[in-house]
């Protein structure tokens, strides 16, 4: 079954709207996911990562102040992309890991569409 | 982490297996090979995983070379199913869950046909 939740898997917002994702554990506790961004006919690139009880971490040339991340309890992330632009048309796929187990885990993917 | 080479893509036919190769030639001692696949519009999905020995599960072999530079998925029976993107990693064995980000190359796009 599926071990990672992530909610909604497809949507369309308005440009200049703001835009939650959720991305839910479902078989253990996870004080560490990843999100990831996917263009087009490209691979995936890592975002950030989100950390339990403290602040994300952002890779190189992503804005945090356009990609909040809150990851309140274990077993839930979210990601809100904030005064979305068509730009930020992708698909964005998160993931969680346990400490000493080696695979990741995904998610279904959500479909963002600013119009 | 080490850098792999795929093929872009290649064609296998339905019901034979499909070998699908990668090359890791700057691959450490402490670095494995995973392979995980993305099927159109889905997450990616994790398939196997190894250091130097052979690997076999429900899903797929992996074969690795003897000096480590290469390696090789076999899906034993290709379906239609398991037509997709294919990614070869080279990461080390993480020992806490903030290190178990993955960096995605191009992959092999695979496409099996009846």
């Known amino acids: 079954g599926a071990v990672v939740s992530q909610h909604p898997s497809r949507v369309i917002c308005k440009s200049g709207t703001s835009v939650k994702i959720e991305c839910r554990s479902l078989?253990?506790?996870?004080?560490?996911m990843f999100w990831y961004r996917q263009f087009p006919k490209q691979s995936l690139m890592l975002m950030a990562t989100s950390n339990e009880g403290s602040k994300a971490t952002y890779e190189q040339g992503v804005e945090k102040d356009k990609f909040l991340i809150n990851h309140a309890s274990l077993t839930l992330s979210t990601l809100t992309v904030t005064s979305a632009h068509p730009e930020d048309s992708s698909f964005y796929i998160c993931?969680?890991?346990?400490?000493?187990?080696?695979?990741?885990?995904f998610g279904q993917g959500t479909r963002l569409t600013v119009v | 982490d080490a850098k792999t080479t795929q093929p872009t893509s290649m064609d296998c036919a339905e019901g034979r297996a499909a070998n699908l190769p990668c090359n890791h030639s700057?691959?450490?001692?402490?670095?494995?090979v995973y392979w995980y696949r993305q099927i159109h519009s889905q997450g990616p999905q994790y398939i196997i995983h190894?250091?130097?020995n052979n690997e076999t599960n429900e899903m797929a072999s992996l074969i690795i070379t003897e000096d480590r530079k290469s390696s090789t998925l076999i899906l034993p029976h290709a379906t239609l199913r398991d037509t997709a993107v294919y990614y070869c990693?080279?990461?080390?064995?993480?020992?806490?869950?903030?290190?178990?980000?993955?960096?995605f190359g191009g992959g092999t796009r695979v496409l099996v046909k009846p």
């Open positions: 993931s969680v890991s346990r400490g000493l187990i080696t695979e990741a885990f």
């Open positions: 190894g250091l130097k």
């Open positions: 078989d253990f506790q996870a004080t560490t």
């Open positions: 990693i080279v990461r080390a064995r993480q020992y806490k869950a903030a290190g178990n980000k993955l960096t």
């Open positions: 700057t691959i450490s001692g402490n670095e494995y």
